[in-house]
Each structure stands twice: as C-alpha cells, then as structure tokens.
C-alpha cells in the first residue's frame, strides 16, 4: 500500500533522510531506558553507582536474580504470583462479562438502551482516584480490606470493554447468524456460547489483553486496600523496596532486577497475541 | 441489577403491532421477545451488577461523604456521630492552598503533556504511514515497547535515570561541563511529562497508524494527483481524516493526566519538590488515608470529579462544532 504512495509522490532524498532520522530517533528515545533497565540489571550495587554501564567486569546477572528471591524471605516471588493471579483470572473473567455485555447492546433492542450505554461510556470517565475511598470504607463494612477481593473484584469492572464488546459484536457476528440459529430453534444463551463467542474470539482477546495490562500496572488501589505484605502485586511492592533503598542501598540492584522481570510477562502477551490486539486498536479507533 | 431488569420491558410490543396473519403467531413471536430478552438480562446482569457496587454506589458514597462530617462533640470525649455540613467541606478544599496548588500543577501539567503527546504520537504515526521509513516493523515495535512497562516501573527507571551516580544521561551531560537537576523546581513537572510521553506515545502512535490505514487510498492518491506534496498530504488530507481518533486520543490521555498519581507518587521518595499534596489526586490520597479526613477527601474527589467530566465534554463539544463548522464550509 505505502510503496505505492511513496512511488506516486517520489520524496526528495532529503525528506526522506528526514523523515528516517526523526523516526530514529524517537525509537532511540523509546528504547534505550529499557536496555539501560537490562543492562543495569546486571551490574552489582558498587558497578551501578560509577562504572561505565558497558563494562562487563562486574557481570553479576545471575547474582542478582538470586538475590532477588531471597530477599525478605522470597516475597518477590509472592509479589509475582499474586500479579499473575490478579491480572490473567482478572482480566480473563472481567472480558468475558464485558464482552457479553457489549453483545447484548448490540443484538437485543429494549426501552432506555442508549441512556444506558450513555452510563457505561460515562464510567470510563470517572478517575479511579475519586473511587478509591469509597471502595476502601465499603470493603472494610464488607470486612474485606487487606484481602485478595479487595483488590479482585473492583478490576473486573471494564466499561470500555462493553463499548469495545459492541463494536466488535456489530463487526464480526452478522445479525443473519442468530436468526439462523433461532430458525433452528437454538436457545438464545446457547447460540451465544457455541456460535457468537467464537466469532467474537479476537475481540475478546483484546479486550483481555487490555485489561491484563491495565490490572498489571495496576498501583493504587492495592496501595489502598492492602497493608498485608503478602498480599502485594509487583508495582506495590517494588514501590515500597523503592522506598527502602533511600535507607538501605542494596535494596537497588533488586528493584531493578524486579523491574526487568515485571515488564516480561506483557511484552510476552503482547507479542504472543499481536495479531489479535492490533485489529482490536483499529476497531476503538475508527468508530 | 435492578436498573436493567426495569429497563428491559417491551419495546417488543411495537413490533407486535405490526401486520399479524394470526393470533397464534403473534402469541409465538411474544414468547420468542421473552427468551431473547431474559437471554439479554442474563448477559448483561454480571456486567451491571459490577457497574452498581463499583461504580454508582462508590460515587454516591462520594457525594453523601463530602456533604457529612464525623463530630466528636465535647472536646471529642463524647460519641462520635455524624452530622451535615452542608458546603462546609467544599468551602474548605476550595480555600486550601494546596489543594488549589495541586489543581494549578495538573493545569499545568496537562498543557505541556497533551498537546507534545498528542502532536509527536501523529507526527510519527504520519511518517510511518508515508511510507518511507525503512524497518518500519521494527520502528513501530520499538516505539510501542514502553506501553507494556507498568507506569510504576516506568517511573522507577526514569528516577534512576534523574538520579545523580547512577544515571548515565546526567553523567553524559557532566561530561560536557552541564550540571543538571532533573527534579528541581523548574524541572519537576517535565520531568514527569517527559515519562508519561515515554511510555504512552507509542500507544497512541498505533492508535493513529491503524486509523491512517484505513483512510481509503483514492482519497490520498487524489490529492497526489492535484498536486499536493507529502506534508500537504499528510495535513490537510489524512489528518482531518483521522479527526475521530485524534478526539478520542486527546480525551484519553486528558482523562488519564487529570488522575496524575503514580508518577509523582514514586519521585516523591526522591525528590524534595514532591509534597504529598502535589496533585489533586495525592491530596485525596493524603486527606483520606493520611489525615482520615473523609469529608475533605470527598469533597476533593468530587471537585475532580467534576473538573474531569466538564473538560472531556468540553473537548467533545469543541470539536463536533468544528465538525459542524467543516461541514459547512
């Protein structure tokens, strides 16, 4: 498609040396504090304060990949676990709800929808911060402060992916489908989980991934609703040996072995399911 | 739950109305409404059920906190009980320095983020999609590879790379004679534009780049044919093209400045210019969990609250009478 475009309008090698430098160095810019966050994970507390960052003599890779599971006690791994735990069942639970809840809009006509679409769209608005609060009084009536629900149950929520969830519905399950099936005398939930949801595969995926991201970087309602240690998901608890390091220097190398190690898990999705996510982005986009 | 059970009544019966052969069709076409709208209650329920304990009553537990207070008469030995106050809490985060401090940060803050991520997220997005950019996989990958880098642990690697000894850019920069202060008074809040627009500007550069693709080619072709050059192209054809997007990316990214937590909440273990009321969001935090001051906690949530919704609609507005303005040219 761009060859094309570019034979037509034939940019003068200046332009186009340009146009190459800037990207250059924008992806220069995007990607060299990941390979700093790489190549200071290997280096030792004495190399990272001083040493030429390209230096290999103080090579401590693996140094500091045990270190950071033996500190305090193995919680990293914890931490890791708990992150996991959150985000995939998480976000998998909370795509499958909104993406049902986006079909509905789409196939079904009944009094007020629209107004009621209006109110979904509306949540998306609302900064969590203003949530918070209230959240944390209602859980500690509910006894579930400092708990895995606390935490759990609020990230489910996912109104955007009901407004995703109806696009995607309108694009990808042709309305002569259900009629079909109905023709067939296949009950409505039946035809949803046997038929539509398998159309809707990709949208699905994407609204997961989405989600997993949004519940993996996910900081201030733990920070909120947690006090027990154990409890933490990664960003929380890196957060606090961060905090620790100003005291205790050789909480540095672990923070930021521990960072390397957070950001693996979404790269992998992401690549993983790049096919999925990127027609995703245009179907939010294009509307 | 109750608001969609309410809701999803007839809206049947005006189809029902049309031409029936017989009154055992209509009775059959009734019965089949029925299972599709319990099919339809049953898939939306999970999802509204969510909505209400979340959402609706966290934000009317706001709105009823930022009008109440917890008293403690007698010199606080009596019971506690809680009584109205009116606007009185309003009154108070309204007058609060800090408060209006925090709000004049984020202003200040959403200014220079905005427009630079908006601006550099299509300026990228254009020339990719202009076609002349070799590995252009690559280039996209790369510039997409912070957005799955959680906001903490970007904060945390862009502290280090502020903090003096470790960070090799201050080294850089000492090495030419230049001494300077990342997270200094002056330098603060574009510091922490500068790691907001790391991480999210290659997010919305794709976001961008799929809308570009799917501007149909004879739209661009044309225009090549009536002579105008690439950039003319690029601004005056595919940019309005894409203005959907464009609205969508500035209502996102205002959305999310307006909560500005994570960042400052990091630098602050590091930096002295970071107090715990430094934006909006901190000083519900602080008021909330801090100082157990639900009522000024709520009152700031709400203020936020509404700051947020009256800026997305006025950026609604202010582009659908562009829109309309466009159209009437």
């Not at chain 2, 031409?19 to 009775?27: K, Q």
């Not at chain 2, 709105?63 to 009980?81: C, T």
């Not at chain 2, 427009?115 to 990719?128: K, N, Q």
């Not at chain 2, 003096?164 to 030419?176: E, H, K, M, T």
Request: proline share 5%.
């Amino acid at each position: 498609m761009s060859a094309t475009d570019s034979s037509l309008s034939r940019p003068k090698l200046l332009g186009r040396t340009t146009v190459n430098v800037v990207v250059a160095v924008s992806v220069l810019y995007t990607l060299l504090p990941v390979l700093w966050l790489v190549l200071a994970a290997a280096k030792n507390r004495d190399a990272l304060f001083g040493s030429d960052l390209l230096s290999l003599s103080d090579f401590s890779f693996v140094q500091n990949l045990e270190d950071l599971f033996a500190m305090d006690g193995g919680l990293y791994g914890r931490w890791y676990l708990n992150s996991l735990l959150y985000a995939v069942l998480g976000a998998a639970v909370g795509a499958l709800l909104s993406v049902a809840c986006g079909y509905a809009f789409d196939k079904y006509r009944f009094r007020h929808k629209e107004k009621l679409f209006g109110l979904v769209l509306a949540a998306v608005m609302v900064p969590q911060t203003v949530l918070a609060l209230p959240l944390y009084l209602m859980a500690s009536e509910a006894g579930l402060v400092n708990t895995f629900w606390a935490v759990f149950v609020p990230v489910l929520f996912n109104p955007f992916g009901v407004y995703l969830g109806r696009i995607f519905s309108r694009g990808y399950v042709p309305d002569e489908v259900l009629e079909a099936a109905r023709v067939d005398g296949a009950g409505e939930l039946t035809t949803y989980a046997r038929v539509a949801l398998r159309m809707l595969g990709p949208g699905l995926i994407t609204v997961f991934l989405f989600q997993l991201t949004a519940i993996w970087n996910n900081f201030f309602l733990p920070m909120v609703m947690l006090s027990d240690q154990d409890l933490y998901p990664v960003s929380l608890g890196l957060y606090q040996w961060n905090s620790s390091a100003s005291v205790s220097p050789e909480y540095y190398p672990v923070v930021i072995m521990g960072s390397l190690l957070a950001v693996l898990p979404l790269i992998l999705a992401f690549v993983l399911l790049q096919r999925f996510w990127r027609s995703g982005l245009t179907a939010g986009a294009v509307k | 739950m109750t608001a969609t059970t309410q809701q999803r009544v007839p809206a049947g019966t005006a189809r029902a109305a049309a031409p029936s052969p017989s009154t055992a069709g209509l009775r059959a076409r009734r019965a089949a409404r029925r299972r599709q709208l319990t099919a339809c209650g049953v898939l939306m329920t999970p999802f509204f059920a969510l909505l209400v304990t979340v959402f609706l009553i966290p934000v009317g537990t706001a709105v009823y906190l930022s009008f109440y207070s917890d008293d403690q008469p007698g010199l606080g030995f009596g019971p506690e009980r809680t009584v109205f106050v009116g606007l009185r809490s309003y009154a108070a985060v309204l007058t609060d320095p800090t408060f209006l401090g925090g709000l004049g940060t984020v202003a200040l803050y959403c200014l220079i983020y905005i427009p630079l991520m908006v601006a550099g997220a299509l300026a990228l997005a254009l020339l990719l999609d202009s076609g002349v950019v070799r590995l252009r996989a690559f280039a996209q990958l790369g510039l997409f590879l912070p957005h799955a880098v959680p906001g903490i642990i970007a904060a945390l690697i862009w502290l280090y790379l502020y903090t003096p000894g470790i960070s090799p850019v201050i080294d850089l920069f000492a090495r030419a004679d230049i001494t300077i202060d990342f997270l200094g008074v002056h330098t603060v809040i574009p510091s922490i534009v500068n790691i907001a627009l790391w991480s999210n500007l290659g997010y919305n550069m794709v976001v961008f780049y799929a809308a570009l693709q799917a501007v149909p080619r004879e739209v661009i072709e044309a225009s090549v044919v009536d002579g105008a050059g690439p950039v003319r192209t690029a601004l005056q054809v595919k940019t309005p093209l894409v203005r959907a997007s464009i609205v969508m990316v500035a209502i996102f990214t205002l959305i999310w400045a307006l909560q500005l937590f994570t960042e400052p909440m990091l630098l602050s273990q590091s930096s002295p210019m970071i107090n715990s009321r430094f934006s909006p969001s901190m000083y519900i935090y602080d008021a909330a969990f801090t100082r157990n001051n639900y009522g000024l906690a709520a009152a700031a949530s709400v203020v936020l609250l509404v700051c947020t919704i009256a800026l997305s609609y006025g950026v609604t507005r202010f582009t659908s009478r562009a829109d309309v303005a466009e159209e009437a040219r």
